[in-house]
């Protein structure tokens, strides 16, 4: 019984260490996608911007 407990529990460090790892990078890149967007918007809206004042 202790060895099979111990098991799990190391599985489960195991597997909350990996989240731990990979959640990161997931919102990371999420992240990065909102800035990306809101840089592309800003920028479209300044050259609109530009194009109706020349």
């Known amino acids: 019984m ?3 407990k111990k098991d799990l529990l190391e599985e489960n460090i195991n ?3 990996d989240e731990a790892r990979y959640e990161p990078v997931k919102k990371r890149k999420k992240s990065h996608l909102r800035e990306w967007m809101m840089f592309i ?3 479209l ?7 109706r004042y020349i």
């Open 2 to 4: 202790s060895d099979k």
């Open 15 to 17: 597997k909350r260490l």
């Open 41 to 43: 918007i800003f920028s």
């Open 45 to 51: 809206m300044l050259l609109g911007m530009l194009l």
